[in-house]
């Protein structure tokens, strides 16, 4: 049986899980982070990504993050989101159109240099759901 450790994840409207892990994966600035019970302390900026929590028994959970922090403490793990919502919760439909506009945005010559920023924010997020939708349906 896999060591656990306590697990508090909030967004800025909700707390979206609370209680015991065995693992965490998560997209971190610079690739995905891999936290276990034991891990040493640690700060890290998340992007745009899905955060994996694997539970005793070795069921996971696939939660999409538009960005955040992750605090690695001894006795406790925090996950900080700007915006989050679990991958089962997401419309497949509704992102997919979302990304079609972003990439129609980015396509289009009279776009502003702050329209384009916006569209290809707006691609990163879609993509990023997306994946963890497949994710949560393997």
Same mark, same amino acid.
Request: hydrophobic share 40%; charged share 30%; aromatic share 2%.
């Given at each position: 049986? !896999?060591?656990?450790?306590?697990?508090?994840?909030?967004?800025?409207?909700?707390?979206?899980?609370?209680?015991?892990?065995?693992?965490?994966?998560?997209? !971190?600035?610079?690739?995905?982070?891999?936290?276990?019970?034991?891990?040493?302390?640690?700060?890290?900026?998340?992007?745009?990504?899905?955060?994996?929590?694997?539970?005793?028994?070795?069921?996971?959970?696939?939660?999409?993050?538009?960005?955040?922090?992750?605090?690695?403490?001894?006795?406790?793990?925090?996950?900080?989101?700007?915006? !989050?919502?679990?991958?089962?919760?997401?419309?497949?439909?509704?992102?997919?159109?979302?990304?079609?506009?972003?990439?129609?945005?980015?396509?289009?010559?009279?776009?502003?240099?702050?329209?384009?920023?916006?569209?290809?924010?707006?691609?990163?997020?879609?993509?990023?759901?997306?994946?963890?939708?497949?994710?949560?349906?393997?």
């Amino acid at each position: 049986m !896999a060591k656990t450790f306590h697990v508090n994840m909030v967004s800025a409207d909700r707390q979206l899980y609370c209680g015991e892990a065995e693992r965490i994966v998560a997209t !971190a600035d610079h690739g995905e982070l891999g936290i276990l019970a034991g891990h040493a302390p640690l700060l890290a900026v998340l992007k745009a990504g899905q955060v994996r929590l694997t539970q005793e028994g070795g069921k996971e959970e696939v939660i999409y993050i538009s960005g955040g922090f992750i605090e690695v403490q001894h006795e406790q793990t925090i996950i900080l989101a700007d915006d !989050a919502e679990r991958a089962e919760h997401l419309d497949e439909e509704r992102v997919r159109e979302a990304r079609r506009r972003a990439e129609d945005k980015m396509r289009d010559k009279a776009s502003t240099k702050l329209e384009l920023a916006r569209a290809q924010a707006e691609l990163a997020q879609t993509m990023a759901q997306l994946a963890a939708i497949r994710r949560a349906k393997n």
